[in-house]
């Protein structure tokens, strides 16, 4: 859920970069594809650090909890 709800602002943030780094090295066609790709790619990249990110909190949260009631 997470990452469908980051997906779309990460693209939105990151498109413009992506674009004006594969502009200067790449030629129109390619950069085009580039953005389609990196489209594609930003869910996957949001997916997987959200995961790590929940993960990490549930681990520090259990860790935690045992802590205090030991």
Known sequence: MVSIV???PFHEFTAPYVWE??????G????DFI???????T??????AA???IIAGLTVAGV????RLI
């Open 6 to 8: 980051v997906s779309p």
């Open 21 to 26: 780094f594969s502009r200067r090295s790449y």
């Open 28 to 31: 129109p066609e390619m950069v």
């Open 35 to 41: 953005m389609v790709c990196w489209m594609i790619l």
């Open 43 to 48: 869910w996957p990249l949001t997916f997987f």
């Open 51 to 53: 995961r790590a990110a």
């Open 64 to 67: 935690y909890i045992a802590y």
